[in-house]
C-alpha cells in the first residue's frame, strides 16, 4: 500500500473521535445564521435548558486606605443542578494584606422542600428553607436575570476568548433592571455579609439595606454592560457591569452617618477609605458538565438548627 495512503487511513478514527467532541448541536448552531435578537433569545434558551453548570460572580475594587492603593475581590463560586435542585457556592472576600473572609453554602431540593447549609465564622448552620433563599446562591438564576435585564442592546463585534470565538454585546442596565440584577437575586447582599469582619464594616451593613440600596440604584443613570456569547455554542459567557459610580454614591452617602454614629478609631479609617473601582463580572462554563458534589458531613450535621423559611 503507498505509504501516504497508508497514513491516511491509520488517521482517520482518530479524526473521527475528534470531531466527536463537537456535538451536532453544535455544528448546526455555528452554521447558521443569526439575528441579532435570535442569538440572545438562543442564548437564553440555552441556558434555561441547561442541566448543570458553573459560574463565578467576581466584584472586583480598587481603594485607597491611608492613600495607600490596594485591590480588593469579592467573589462567589457557584455550581448548579437543576433537577433536582442542588447548588453550592465557595464566597470569599480577598483584601490581601487587609486579610481575607469566606463563606460556603449548599442547597438541597427534594419533594418540593429546601434545605439550606451555611458555613460562615461561627461554624455551619443549616436547615429548611424558602426557595427565594435557596436561589440567592444559584449561578443559573443569576446569568438569566442579566440577560433577561439589558437593554438597548447591540452587537458590536467579535472576539477570541480563551481560544474560542464569541459575540460581543454593549447594552445598558437601567434602574430597574439594576435593582433585579442587584438586590432581587440577592448577590450582593451575599458579597456585603463579607464586609462585615473587614474594615469596610459599615459599607457592609449599608449595602445589606435593601431599601437604602434601591434609592441609590434608582438616582443612578444607566450603566453600560457587556455580553459574552459563544459563537459555535450560543451559550452565555460573561457579562461585565462597571458599578464605580454607585459604589461612590454608596461611600459617599454613608460618610456623615459613620462620622456620627461611630468612634474615633472607626472615623478616621472610614475618612482615609476611597473607592476607586468596582467592576462586576459573571462567568459561565461547564454546561451540562458541571462536576458533582456532595453536602458535607459537618454541614449535614448541622440540620435543622435554624430556619432559613424567611430571608434573613
Do not use: H
Request: with cysteine.
Amino acid at each position: 500500500m503507498n505509504w501516504k495512503k497508508w497514513i491516511a487511513t491509520a488517521m482517520l478514527p482518530v479524526v473521527i473521535i475528534w470531531l466527536s467532541g463537537f456535538s451536532q448541536e453544535s455544528i448546526n448552531y455555528a452554521q447558521e445564521q443569526k439575528t441579532e435578537g435570535e442569538i440572545l433569545e438562543l442564548a437564553l434558551e440555552k441556558l434555561e435548558s441547561a442541566e448543570s453548570m458553573r459560574s463565578s460572580l467576581v466584584m472586583d475594587m480598587d481603594i485607597e486606605v491611608f492613600r495607600l492603593r490596594t485591590g480588593l475581590e469579592a467573589s462567589m463560586d457557584m455550581v448548579s443542578f437543576r433537577s433536582p435542585m442542588k447548588i453550592k457556592s465557595e464566597i470569599n472576600l480577598n483584601m490581601g494584606l487587609l486579610g481575607k473572609t469566606q463563606m460556603e453554602a449548599y442547597a438541597t431540593e427534594q419533594d418540593g422542600t429546601y434545605k439550606l447549609f451555611l458555613k460562615e465564622a461561627g461554624g455551619w448552620k443549616a436547615g429548611e428553607a424558602s426557595l427565594s433563599e435557596v436561589l440567592k446562591y444559584d449561578g443559573m438564576k443569576l446569568v438569566k436575570v442579566c440577560l433577561e435585564q439589558i437593554e438597548d442592546i447591540e452587537l458590536t463585534g467579535t472576539k477570541m476568548l480563551n481560544g474560542r470565538k464569541v459575540y460581543q454585546f454593549s447594552g445598558v442596565g437601567k434602574s430597574t433592571g439594576l435593582k433585579k440584577i442587584l438586590l432581587d437575586t440577592g448577590s450582593l447582599q451575599i458579597l456585603s455579609t463579607l464586609f462585615q469582619d473587614s474594615i469596610l464594616k459599615s459599607l457592609g451593613g449599608f449595602l445589606a439595606r435593601e431599601e437604602e440600596v434601591e434609592k441609590m440604584i434608582q438616582l443612578a443613570e444607566g450603566m453600560e454592560l457587556t455580553l459574552l456569547i459563544d459563537a459555535q455554542t450560543g451559550y452565555p459567557l460573561q457579562c461585565t457591569m462597571d458599578i464605580t459610580e454607585m459604589m461612590r454614591d454608596a461611600y459617599d452617602l454613608l460618610t456623615p452617618k459613620v462620622a456620627k454614629g461611630s468612634g474615633k478609631s472607626e472615623k478616621d479609617i472610614w475618612s482615609q477609605i476611597k473607592v476607586t473601582k468596582t467592576d462586576i463580572v459573571i462567568k459561565c462554563s461547564q454546561f451540562n458538565a458541571a462536576e458533582d458534589f456532595t453536602i458535607p458531613r459537618a454541614a449535614r450535621r448541622a440540620l435543622s438548627t435554624v430556619s432559613y423559611k424567611e430571608n434573613r
